[in-house]
C-alpha cells in the first residue's frame, strides 16, 4: 500500500493535468481543435521529430538541445504529440521521457545491432522465422514514435517505409508452401500503421490458407496513438479473429485514452496482451511492475511477456541485471493475482528462441528428493525422503 502510491498512474490527477496543459499548448502553438489531436493522421503528420520543436515547449539547456540534436542523427526520433503530452519534464526518470526523448548515453558504442540474428532467419519475402508453427511478417518499418530502446533499431532506418506488396505476396507465399505454419505474426514496425483497406487485403489472404489458424498483430498505438483505434478497426479485426500483442512498460502510459482504446478493442471480443519490457529506471522495480500489470489487468490486458533488454547497440543504459527480473518475478508470487504475472523471458543470441527465466532458487532437488521455497519463504517437499 505505502509503495503503490508513489507510482504515477495515467488516470492520476497529475498526468491528467500535464497531459492538459501540454495539450493545450501544442494545439495553439498548431493552430489545431481538438477534432484534429483526436485524429490519427493528425498526430501523424505532426510528430515531433527535431529538437527545435521539443524547444518550443520546454526550456532546454544548451547542452541538452545540442546532446538530442547529436543523438537523433544517428538514430532518429518523433514522437507522437499525444505521447509528448505525457512527460513530465520536471522528473529526469519520467518513464514517458526516457522511452521517447533521445539520450546521450545511446551514443554508446557497445552492444549488437543483431544479437537475435534476425537476418539469418529470413527465408523468404519480409518473413523472420526461428520456429517451426510460427513466424513473423514485417509489414512496416514505421512507427508511431520510435521507442529509445527499441530492441529493432535496425530496421528504423533513416525514414518511414511501408513493406511492397511484392514483399508481403512473397512471404504469402512461403507460409503458403510451408503446412505447419499455424500462426502469423504480423508486425514491424507498428503493424497499425498500415491502411485498414491493407490490413483486410493481408487478413484475407492469410485466412485463405488452410494451416493458417491463428493471425495476431503487434502493436504499440495503444500507448503511443491510441486514436488509431476504432470500431471499424475492431470490426475487422474481429472478423478475422485476430489476436493482439501491444506493449505498456509503466502504469503512467495507462490513461483514459488508451483505456478507451483497450475498451474498444475489448468490447469486440479482441484478445489483448502485453509485452512488457523491464528497463533500467523506467520500471526495474517491483512496485512498479505490479502496479502495471495490476492496471493493465483491471482493464482487461493479459500481462504475456516481461522481455529482458537484449544487449542492442544504443541501448545499454536501459540494460538490467537478470537477478533483478527474477527478484521481481518472486516478488509477484502471492502478492498479486495470479492473472498480473507475466511470464519472465530472455531472448537467446543466435535466433534460438526465447527462454523462460523462472526463479530457480525456488527449486532444490536433490538424491532426496524435490525442496521448494514458498513465496512466504517458507520449505515444503515432495517426494522427499529423510
Ligand atoms: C517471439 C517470436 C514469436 C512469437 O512467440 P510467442 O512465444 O508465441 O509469443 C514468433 N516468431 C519469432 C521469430 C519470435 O521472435
Ligand atoms: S513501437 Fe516497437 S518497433 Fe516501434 S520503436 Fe517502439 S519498440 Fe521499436
Known amino acids: 500500500m505505502k509503495h503503490k502510491t508513489k507510482i504515477r498512474l495515467g488516470f492520476s490527477e497529475f498526468s491528467k493535468k500535464l497531459y492538459v496543459d501540454t495539450k493545450n499548448k501544442i494545439l495553439t502553438e498548431l493552430n489545431a481543435s481538438e477534432k484534429d489531436w483526436n485524429n490519427p493522421k493528425w498526430q501523424l ?16 539547456t544548451d547542452e541538452e538541445y545540442e546532446n538530442i540534436k547529436d543523438v537523433s542523427e544517428t538514430y532518429r526520433f518523433a514522437i507522437t504529440p499525444y505521447y509528448f503530452s505525457l512527460i ?15 539520450n546521450i548515453k545511446e551514443l554508446d558504442e557497445s552492444g549488437q545491432l543483431d544479437p537475435m540474428n534476425e537476418e539469418q532467419s529470413n527465408p523468404s519475402g519480409k518473413i523472420t522465422r526461428r520456429y517451426p508453427n510460427k513466424l513473423i511478417i514485417n509489414v512496416t518499418n514505421a512507427c508511431p514514435m520510435y521507442c529509445r530502446h527499441c530492441q529493432r533499431r535496425r530496421l528504423i532506418g533513416g525514414f518511414d517505409k511501408n513493406t511492397s506488396k511484392r514483399a508481403i505476396d512473397e512471404s504469402i ?19 497499425l500503421l498500415l491502411s485498414n483497406k491493407r490490413l483486410k487485403e493481408i487478413f484475407n489472404k492469410l485466412s485463405g490458407i488452410d494451416h493458417v ?44 485514452e488508451a483505456v478507451q482504446a483497450i475498451d474498444t478493442l475489448v468490447d469486440h471480443g479482441i484478445l489483448v496482451r502485453n509485452q512488457m519490457v523491464l528497463l533500467h529506471n523506467i520500471n526495474d522495480d517491483k512496485y512498479c511492475i505490479q502496479k502495471t500489470n495490476e492496471e493493465l489487468q483491471k482493464y482487461r490486458v493479459i500481462p504475456y511477456y516481461l522481455f529482458h533488454p537484449k544487449d542492442i547497440k544504443g541501448t545499454k543504459h536501459f540494460q538490467v541485471d537478470i537477478s533483478k527480473g527474477l527478484e521481481i518475478m518472486k516478488h509477484l508470487e502471492g502478492r498479486t493475482s495470479g492473472m498480473c504475472k507475466p511470464t519472465y523471458v530472455y531472448n537467446s543470441p543466435l535466433g534460438l528462441g526465447k ?28 517426494d522427499y525422503m529423510e
Request: hydrophobic share 35%; aromatic share 8%.
Open 173 to 191: 507465399d512461403f507460409i503458403k508452401n510451408n503446412p505447419t505454419i499455424r500462426e502469423v505474426l504480423i508486425t514491424g514496425g507498428d503493424a
Open 213 to 256: 489458424e491463428v493471425l495476431r498483430i503487434g502493436t504499440r498505438t495503444l500507448a503511443t496513438l491510441p486514436f488509431r483505434i476504432n470500431d471499424e478497426l475492431a470490426v475487422l479485426l474481429r472478423k478475422y479473429r485476430v489476436n493482439i500483442s501491444t506493449q505498456f512498460n509503466h502504469a503512467c502510459e495507462i490513461t483514459p
Open 355 to 382: 527462454v523462460p527465466l523462472v526463479p530457480m532458487e525456488n527449486i532444490e532437488h536433490d538424491e532426496n528428493g524435490y525442496k521448494f521455497t514458498t513465496w512466504e519463504n517458507k520449505i515444503v517437499k515432495k
Open 88 to 102: 513530465d519534464f520536471e522528473n529526469p526518470n519520467c518513464p514517458i521521457k526516457l522511452q521517447s526523448i533521445p
Open 45 to 60: 503528420k505532426n510528430r515531433i521529430s527535431d529538437v527545435s520543436e521539443i524547444s518550443n515547449y520546454i526550456n532546454l
